[in-house]
């Protein structure tokens, strides 16, 4: 992860029944990632020329509530996503890393934010909702993935 803020450091983790490839193919699937975020998103730009779909270069536009910001895909590959916002947002110096390490059958899935929040707003308050709407995410991904296991 590049240097971020001083402010606001996530890490959380989640165990999902799938490998990593098919993890990053549902996780680069923009328009359908409302699925698992509260949020509507939008890609804006395509990926960069010769990467995969969805992956470096692609930019996308976020809706969550009345907020309405840039994210850039940094990197993509079957080890994981990079992503930043980037413009203005509702934090400052956003950088997000989704780390997947295959165990066995299943994915764990490290998904770290670093940011700095609004000087208006306590840190503590905007590290809450970012780790609420996170650890919803994931047990999204989780449920999304046990229910298309073949059995």
Request: contains cysteine; positive net charge.
């Amino acid at each position: 992860m590049k240097a971020i803020g001083k402010g606001i450091k996530i890490c959380l983790h989640q165990e999902i029944l799938t490998t990593p490839e098919k993890l990053l193919a549902v996780l680069l699937d923009h328009a359908k990632l409302g699925r698992f975020f509260k949020a509507g998103v939008v890609v804006v730009n395509p990926e960069n020329d010769g990467q995969i779909s969805g992956g470096q270069g692609c930019i996308r536009q976020v809706t969550i509530g009345r907020q309405q910001f840039l994210e850039e895909i940094v990197a993509a590959s079957a080890t994981g996503i990079c992503y930043q916002i980037i413009g203005p947002g509702p934090v400052s110096e956003h950088q997000g890393e989704i780390i997947f390490k295959k165990q066995g059958e299943s994915t764990l899935v490290e998904y770290r934010i670093g940011c700095n929040g609004p000087k208006w707003l306590p840190d503590f308050i905007v590290k809450y909702v970012i780790e609420r709407d996170i650890k919803f995410a994931l047990k999204q991904l989780a449920k999304f993935f046990r229910k298309t296991v073949p059995v």
